[in-house]
């Protein structure tokens, strides 16, 4: 068997989808169950929609997400972007010298030729097509031109681009890891350009030498790619080179089973994280997005993913992207992952929310106390982001709200005062020695009893002098994490509110 080796191979066209981290990971943890190695390629071939930032961001997250690149480019310290590999260079741009002779060979063969079609030929054909409702493509029109033609047009500077000669029999057939066997009648498959006017090969041409040349042999990737792979194959054959397995990936849809795009909500990683998804959560989601492990399992660590995962257990049907899905294994995540470490992620979210400022999470008492303030929320809140806006209210200096959310639904303002009035000197009884969270609930229980006063009269208005919110942690927790002086203090600003 020889060496498994997988890549990525995005574009730099913006922030990385979260479709291409499926693919990276999927390739990933092939790679790593066969003890193979994981390259990352960067395919910035298409000029025009090349982003600045767009390489270090596909870097950065692979690196957040715990994907490790054996090979390919990496950030260094200074931020700049250096690469590792022995079959270099990883970006394709470097590369045109290999495409060009490469290329020349298919030409040499007969199996590629320079096709000298204006743009304004080419819009025309297509639209003819379109009116006569056929199938779109090249029409041939440049496939055999005599040779003093073609001489011609050289010496005449016309702009050309190289395609590829598909033959216009028979068939290509290949086996994928996933669909099976797959076969196209090379009638349907397009003359396909090979290298464009700019002299830039296209993504088709480029691949198939970078996938042979940097050792590839497992590609898996999304299916909008399969109408592609025969004129991968086609290529394969011409160079007289080995072919890849191929493990295309079912389609990513969301819930109304249309194709996962911006204009439905968020499909890029920094989206997520963003929004104060855990990475561990995520790699977990999206590991199922089309593979499972064939039992009622669902809670998976990236190394038991790698030991785990296979391309034969795979779906071949589309992928539904379930948010509320994602959202029930972010909350487990939140709830089972270690407390320092979960306040310690939601640090720079409480910073960017501006609840508090770094001067307030530097010190170890602020930090003990910032962890219980996590740990009333984390099994509640969906996301850090939620957790942040729902605890915000604990470190204000002041609470701002309208007075009327003080009264409790089947009471009013008067009962709402003399409760606040009976909890607030009730409080200023409990010594702050035995200040902790079962002391201070039996505390307010008993007095409740004792006193014949209902639940929500009483906890209600407590809550929200204590929050200002009408959704926050429960009252006895608020009361603990908050501590006797604040307690106190947000109690008489909330009597004198009513
Ligand atoms: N550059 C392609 C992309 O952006 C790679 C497709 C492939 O894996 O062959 O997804």
Redesign the pocket.
Known sequence: MPHTKTRI???PTGFLHIG?LRTALFNYLAAKKNGGSFALRI?DTDRERFVEGGVENIIQTLDWAGIKVDEGPYLKEDGTIAQKGECGPYIQSQRLDIYKTHVQKLLEQGNAYYCFCSKERLDELRSAQQEAKEPTGYDGHCRDLANEVLQEYMRSNTSFVIRLRVPKEGKTTFTDAVLGDITFDNSTVDDQVLIKADEFPT?HLA?VVDDHLMGITH?S?GSE?LSSTPKHILLYTMFGWDIPIYAHQPLLVNEKKQKLSKRHGDVSVEDFKAKGYIIEALINFVAFLGWNPGDEREIFSLEDLEKEFSFEKMAKSPAVFNREKLNWYNKRYMMQMDLGDITKRAIPFFINAGVVDKTQVDGLEEFEQLKKIVDLERTRANTLVELVESVGCMFAKELVYDASLLVWKKSTKEDAKEKLIGLKSLIETISEDGWELEGIEKTIKDWMVENEFGTGDTLWPLRVALSGQKNSPGPFDLVYVLGKEKVVKRISAAIDMI
Request: hydrophobic share 40%; proline share 10%; aromatic share 20%.
């Open positions: 191979a995005p574009s291409s395919e993504y691949v590609i990737r790619w």
